[in-house]
Structures are given as structure tokens and as C-alpha cells.
């Protein structure tokens, strides 16, 4: 790694990050959910989502401005679906509904075979393919998907931002076969914003086909982007569209108006789905060779990733060799900026800052 | 439109459609089944995956090679999940189990809000764009992925081929909202096979990253294709994988073998899944501004393609648009060349040729 990392204690990053909730008026269980996350964020190596960027989305988007609020009470909408529950989320903190709703899927599909929760009013979860990890250690395949921040993706062959990043999330219960969780885990843009900004800092030239202009034409000038482009043209679109039509099913209103200031009567709350199925509910039983269910699976990826295609990485891969790499180091791993940011966190709400 | 299309009677096409199944020994609910489905392809200018396409590969890799049985029966393997079945399909035709395993996903969605029908030992069930869009015009959201034929497609970074161009297919109940259903429907690969040969014909460069040549180095030259890549490289690769992981999990064997001479003890079918929601059971009720459920789709979906999008499309409306061209000629729609496909096939089956 061309970074120099520093070794932090789990304990300590859990008590700096639950201290600043805390301080925001969030409560013990709120604040603990978010810890574990960032956690969990940083064990796998997802520096994009950790809780340095969860606190700084909550100042942005969040509690400071009355998009998430502390406390706030989970209610399920009444359904006539045995297999199926809708929240409305009532703008809690997006890691402790995320993680209730991963849960309670879970429940639904040991009994059904399949569950789905619906989250109406929800606020910023984060990192998808945390819950649905999480889920496929535990030995489920788990899928989310919500409706992004901004608007910040121009449909195809279009020329304003009308959809989010809208990120999909696949976990599959490949522990016992590979020894981590396949996940698959992605926004449905060519690249974010963040990387726009790291091509403006770093003076270089995004790829083509990722950014337009205000006018809506193609650049490659990191200085020039005003919108991002989905990828694979009209298949990374409909990948888009989906996030968008699932919430607009559940309750979420315009994209435009997502996370920012709207008229009376109108809505500006993402929404989450969130989907688990038990792998029992898939199998006819037949395998060849006399395989289970899980050498069948260990049998096809050894034979996906064969012939010459043993190089090839799994999705989840990189982020199961982090984890390896955090417990060799017996402590989660950040940079001396990062390190940075959060003692400055720590400064702000009288926590025990980080040592190195 | 560039090329010339013929009249042709729904009646006479399945007529014929019909002919040729019953000759090659289905019996009359299978023809009709693929009759049926010829006809919506055709319908919606899926001009890839009409009855001409589907008797050929039927001819290649189904009942003329056994890797299809005339005549076979589906097994239901029993389950402890309510929402859920598996089947074995026996070798059926594709048309006609795709079809019964959506109307049975449908019925399970009804009654639990989300319902899942897993199939083992399938045979090709063509576009599962059209069991979607057929679910979603009865108002549900619907999903199927399948796995392909045969393995055409390198992982990322891979070298041989060890995928299928394994689709994935969701369609949504947007009828009410904008008059027709949207349906995300591809492939995984960058094109298909059936591009590059068309690139060879035409003497065309195939776009770049779509094909690596025999060594598994990138190539433009469509003669030198020997296997394809997966559209938004790490992206698509992980979408490719879900419906190998989904086989793997329902029964399917390794995609190499698939559709091919196979060892003893082996298998070579693919598999599918059928996945349907109902959109009640997705319905928080609190859609901004009073609108109800279809009128907030409308509404996410005018805000897409407003602000300058409105000349973008949404996807499904090209076969939407097909289907009203179609309707407004008083029949489906044939270039000369497929009417004497057609013909050809009438001709071994002893049918009524198509007049135009």
C-alpha cells in the first residue's frame, strides 16, 4: 500500500464515534449502531464509508439540518403481506434502521423463505453492502437498494441530473464454500463525485463517458463536470431507474428534490428496500456428483475462476483480504489524516482522542 | 426503419409456430406455449428472440440433442417455505415452464407480497423480458435471471471464457402511470455473439472492451473474438455472477459444461428464477402532495426526464412503441428474410406458409 497506516483500537474508535452521536442527541442504541458500522466500514477497508464520512454526512444532510432525527421512533405500516413489512423510518439514523431492517428481513425469510422490508423516510445508510455482508456471513442472500442523497446522474443520452448514484447491493453466502461473503456492491454511475473532486486535486482527466457539462455534453475536465453519467450506457440507467421506481412505489417523492429544501407538502426523504432470502428456499436438491449446496457452489466458482482466469478476483474479495490485514494487524487501520479527522471529532464532543 | 417488414397474421404465425412444435413431438399446450410467446416477442420487435430463434435453438440444443424432452413434466420439490417453490423442470420446454412459473411466482406474490419460484434442470427460456413485462402488465414487479447457453464470456480480467451472457430482466407495473411497462432487460456481456458475427458480415470493428481474442487480449477485430466481456467491467462481471451464484444455489452445475457433451454424474442444464412482488406490499402511503401510488410513479418519472431529459427514453418504451406500430399495421411485423425462415420451417412441418 503506498499509505502509511496507524493501528486504532476497535474499543477506542467505537467509544470516539458513539461519543460524537451522543453529543448530537442521539441515544445509546442510535449511537452504538453507528459505531458498529463505521466499525465495520473500516474493518473492510470501505474508507468512502466510514464514520468519518457518516458524521460528516449527518452535519450535511442530517441532524444539523432536520434530515435525520435523534431519536426517532421506527413505525411499521400495517400490511395484509405475511412476507413483506413497510416502515416509516421517520428520518432515524440510517445504520440502526438499516441494520433493524436487515434483521427483521432475516426473521421473514427463516419462516417464508423470502422477506422484504420497505423503509419510507429514511435518512443516508451509508454503505449497502455492509447490511447485506453482514447478512451473507449469517448465511443469507441479502439485497438493498436506496434512492441517493442528490441528484447527481443524468439519465441516458440526457443532459440534467435527474437520479441519484443509486447504489445496488448483493450479498451471497459463499463463507463456507470460499471463505468470505460474495458482494457485489456499486453505484450506478461510472464514478462519484468524490472521485471527481480527487481527479480535480490530483490535476487528471476523468475517464470518457463518465462526466458531462452544464450543457450536457461529455467531458473528460474534472473541472467542467457539472453531472455524472451511469455506466454501460442504458443498462447502468435502467440499474438507476430501478432505485428510483422502487421508491417511488414506497413513498419517496421527486429525485430533484432528494435531501434539500422542498415545498410545504412535498417530500425530500430517501428510501431503502431491503430484501433477504434463505438459501434453503432455492434448492431443488439435485446437484451433481453427489455436491451440496455449498461444494456445488465452491465447484462452479473454482470452475468461473479456472482455465486460466485464477487471477481474477471475487467481488468482496479486496474487502475480505482487508479484514484479513485488520486482524493481522490486531487493530483497525487509518491514515494520519484520518487519524486527524477524527480527533478533531473528538475535540468537538470532549471524547478521548485517538493515539498512535 | 431501414429495412422492409411484411403483415403477418398473428392466427398464421402461431398457426405455424404451433405446426413446427407438434412436429418435433410437444404436445399442444407446449406449441401453444411457444406460439404464445413467439407472438409477444414478435409484438415488441425482440426480433432476436422470435419463434425463428427459438425453434433453431431448439433444433441445436434441445429437443433434437436431448437437452430439451417434448412432453415433460415439472416436478414440484417440496418446501418449508410458503412464499417460495422449487422445481424441477424436467428438460420442459422453456416457454412453457418461464410461463408457468411466473403465473405461479404471481399467485404467491398475491398472497404473501412477494413470492419466489426457483428452476432446476430448465431449458432455454429465450427473453425473460417478456415473462416480466407480461407480469408487469398484470401489475406486478417482476425479476427473472437465467443462465445462458454456453459459457462466452471472460470474469473481469479474465482470460477464458466461464460465463454465460446471463441476462437479468425486471419489469414494473408502470402501465397506469405512463401507458406502458418499464422493462430493464440485457445481457451482461458488452454485445452478444450474435453482434459479432453480424461485425464480421459487415466488416465492422466491435466496440473496445467487448472481446478478447484466443489468448484472452483485448480485440476489436471481430474475427479474432474468441470470447466476450462483461459490460462496466468489475460491474457487470458481478452481475454475471449472481445468476451463476443463483443456479449454483438452485442446482445448476458448472457454466462450462452447460449445454454441452457432459461426464457422467454431470449436468449441463442452466437454471432460472422467478422473483414477483405486489406493489401494495411495497405501499408506505404517504406520498408527498396526496398523490397515491401510480400517481407518484408518474410524477418520479416526469422529474426524470424532465429538466432537458425529455428526449431520453425509459426502458421498454422502444417495444412499447414496436407493439403500437404493430397494432397500427393490423399484424406482426416480418422482413422477407424471416418470412422465408418461416417458410422453411413450414415447409419440414408440413404448415400453412405465411402469405404476404
Known sequence: MSEEFHVVQPAAHNALVEAAYLHRGFNQHESEAAARFGEYAARHGVRTHNAIKALHLDEHFGSYTG????????ESIPSRFAACEVWNANKKIGQASAYAAIDRAIELADKYGIGQVSVDNAFHYLWGGGYVMEAAKRGYIAYTNCTAALAEVVPFQGK??????????????????IGFPIVIDWATSVVSMGRVQQFIREGAQLPAGAG??????????????SALVPFGAHKGYGLSLINE?????IGGSLPTLRCRDIPAGEKSTPAYYFQVIHPDSLNAGAYAEGRNQITNLKAVLNDILGHGNENCLLPGQLEAMWAEKVEAAGGLLFTEAEIQAFNQIAATCGAQTLTV
Chains 1, 2 share one sequence.
Open 67 to 74: 434530515g435525520c432525527i435523534p431519536c426517532a421512533e421506527i
Open 160 to 177: 440534467f441530473p435527474t437520479l441519484g448514484t443509486n447504489p445496488h447491493s448483493w450479498g451471497f453466502p459463499t463463507t463456507d464454500a
Open 212 to 225: 458531462v457539462d452544464s450543457k450536457g455534453l461529455p467531458t473528460i475536465d474534472p473541472n467542467h463536470v
Open 245 to 249: 421506481l422502487v421508491a417511488a412505489l
